[in-house]
């Protein structure tokens, strides 16, 4: 068993990150005579996961969906975690494209409001893409207009 400090140690995440992980239920601690937390080894490993799991997008709840998927019995396996990871690929992908075009796009746009509005490829006369929606809708794959003046919803 590891105290919470020891887990924080070995896990490099914070204590109160891992009161909020417990707090969500991703990870589970038994209370000692003393009443302080205690989590088994293999808390190390679901820790580190959900870690890797954020950084490649998934949010909370997903990763305690994710989680629910693990063995209650007994410490994951190298198979069960092969499993859980087996469908990001698709998502690792479309963060990689997402990043790529934020990248090509970085040295010409700093934003909304820059001197480049003549090549700009976020141009939004009249602010056509709020009709797809909230947020950089050109970022977040949608489509353009062929031109200045075509019908945003055609």
Known sequence: MLSIGELAKRSGVAASALRFYEERGLIHAVRNASGYREYPRATI???AFIVFAQRIGLTLEEVAAELAALPADRAPSRADWATLSAGWTAR???RIAELQRLREGLTECIGCGCLSLDRCRLANPGDRA?????GPRYWAGDPRPLSADADPNG
Request: glycine share 10%; hydrophobic share 45%; charged share 35%.
């Open 130 to 134: 709020a009709t797809r929606g909230a």
């Open 92 to 94: 690792i992908d479309a």
């Open 45 to 47: 490993r679901r820790v």
